[in-house]
């Protein structure tokens, strides 16, 4: 599985699942968006992890699972046990990593031992370059690899230890990927970072970008991607589309660190729990819900200003959690979007957000600039001086 086959079904309801494995994590990123470390035990219970996704049957399952953490190759055995249930069923799955198993000499911290459910030790591991085995064994159980790589993860980890690890990963036919991370389209350490993957892989090695974002280690210093939208205009959020088990094994109808991580969870965003549900019931819960529709048709500023009842915050996400307790939102979007009429606007909307492919996603929610490396050997991208600057 390809980066842009994973991207290009993001704008779809329950199409995709993400499952945060463990916020534990032996990097100190300054712009962690879940504040990991290595010494929090906050994590989903494998029992209740397996039973979750055990439950997806051929008929009704995610298309894709996105393992992801922290780091989720800290409990390596328990990612390739829920990859294998998976793709049992017919999904197919991804794993995201930090790549702290891939520092040559141990790196600051040095060697790390993972939890639980099968452990491993960073830093070396026998000859140069190899990959520890139960790494390996998890990395590959997988159909899509992605490594995380920014200007605060090469204080952790080496570039070119990173680029080490990815050729042994693709050396074992597993399609990779990098996820990076800036401050826009005119971020020097982006240009000299996209340079050098272009140089080491020659476009084989397809790149999702997106901007720092102001959550978790962050929130003190990045600043807001983008003003709030006219709150008479629609503005869909593709991030209500797929559910994501958080930390807790609360099921979560957004992506939004800190809806992730509130608790109460706000009830529309609520779904459940792995322990009590399966993956049908999480499903119809996402699919059927008519406030949900309204998110991914309209947007949470213009809900609100078409059928809130209350004063609406700032802050599109904020508005988005602050509908959770008004009846009168309730009650417009089940008159609009309940029955088979809701569940047409929902599908015309997702239509509509992957009329341009995983490019499009890009641009509308990462870094617009460096949408075209979404797709491995895809368009060269214009000179930095032309590039689109936001």
Not at 182 to 203: I, Q, W
């Amino acid at each position: 599985m390809e980066l842009a086959e994973l991207v290009a079904r993001r704008p779809f309801p329950a199409a995709g699942l993400l499952l945060g494995l463990t916020r534990r994590c032996p990097l100190s990123c300054a712009h962690c968006s879940t504040g990991s470390d290595l010494f929090t035990r906050e994590e989903p219970d494998a029992g209740h992890l397996e039973r979750f996704v055990g439950s997806f049957t051929t008929e009704n399952r995610p298309d894709v699972v996105m393992l992801t953490g922290g780091e989720p190759l800290l409990r390596p055995a328990l990612a390739e046990r829920l990859s294998t249930l998976a793709q049992g069923a017919g999904s197919r799955t991804a794993l995201l990593s930090g790549m702290f198993f891939a520092r040559s000499g141990g790196g600051r911290g040095g060697g790390v031992r993972g939890g639980r459910s099968g452990g491993v030790r960073g830093g070396r591991s026998g000859r140069r370059g190899a990959l520890p085995p139960a790494v390996l064994r998890a990395i590959r159980s997988v159909d899509h690899f992605s490594a995380s790589l920014d200007v605060h993860h090469e204080r952790e980890v080496s570039r070119a230890d990173v680029f080490r690890a990815l050729h042994l990963v693709r050396e074992e036919g597993v399609a990779v990927s990098l996820h990076l991370t800036g401050t826009g389209g005119s971020d020097p350490y982006l240009a000299d970072l996209t340079r050098a993957v272009e140089k080491e892989f020659g476009g084989r090695v397809p790149c999702l970008v997106n901007e720092v974002r102001p959550f978790g280690r962050a929130a003190s210093w990045a600043r807001a991607a983008r003003t709030g939208p006219d709150p008479e205009a629609a503005s869909p959020c593709s991030m209500a589309a797929w559910p994501v088990v958080a930390f807790d094994g609360r099921v979560l109808a957004c992506c939004n660190q800190d809806a992730v991580d509130r608790r109460p969870a706000p009830a529309h965003l609520d779904l459940g729990h792995i322990a009590e549900d399966d993956w049908a019931t999480v499903r119809r819960r996402a699919l059927e819900s008519p406030v949900l529709r309204m998110l991914r048709t309209v947007g949470p500023a213009h809900l609100a200003a078409r059928f809130g009842s209350g004063p609406r915050p700032g802050s599109y996400c904020d508005g988005c959690r602050a509908l959770g307790g008004d009846a009168a939102v309730a009650a417009g979007a089940q008159a609009v979007a309940g029955g088979a009429a809701g569940e047409l606007l929902d599908l015309t909307a997702a239509m509509r957000g992957s009329r341009e492919g995983a490019q499009g996603v890009v641009r509308r929610h990462g870094c617009a600039a460096y949408a075209p490396l979404v797709v491995a050997g895809g368009p060269a991208l214009p000179e930095a001086g032309e590039r689109d600057i936001r």
